[in-house]
């Protein structure tokens, strides 16, 4: 299986780097407009036209190489599942929290500061 995977990972970056020099390789549109007044030569190594068609078919076809190859690496890595480690802290039960009972009064606030009935009996006198 880790053979596969590493042919398919090869397969893929052959793919991607054919992409890259093929889309470099490919004239742009508005290559031909410079080279109607005389600073390049509008022919090629497969003629006028012919290097559109055989240049797009063939990024065409290393792009569904790279994606076919993208979707088997996915699909491989999907399979893998890692064992589980025995002290993983998702493992281990939650401990049980009883409510704390309902406050009443001032107790009730947060960030209220509760004064004893005894301490404010003696600061009244």
């Known amino acids: 299986m880790q053979f596969f995977a590493?042919?398919?990972l090869i397969v893929q970056l052959l793919s991607a780097l054919a992409i890259i020099g093929l889309?470099?390789?490919q004239h742009g549109k508005g290559a031909d407009m410079g080279a109607s007044f005389g600073s390049g030569a509008s022919g090629s190594l497969f003629g006028a036209t012919g290097s559109a068609n055989f240049l797009s078919r063939s990024t065409a076809v290393a792009a569904t190489l790279f994606f076919?190859?993208?979707l088997?690496?996915?699909f491989l890595a999907?399979?893998?599942t890692a064992a589980p480690a025995a002290d993983s802290i998702l493992d281990r039960a939650a401990p049980v929290?009883?409510?704390a009972p309902a406050a009443s009064g001032a107790a009730a606030i947060p960030g209220a500061?509760?004064?004893a009935p005894a301490a404010s009996a003696a600061a009244s006198r």
Do not use: I, W, Y
Request: charged share 5%; with cysteine.
């Open 6 to 8: 590493n042919l398919v």
């Open 23 to 25: 889309v470099l390789v």
């Open 68 to 70: 076919g190859c993208t």
């Open 72 to 74: 088997a690496l996915a």
């Open 78 to 80: 999907n399979g893998r």
């Open 97 to 99: 929290v009883a409510p």
């Open 113 to 115: 500061a509760v004064v």
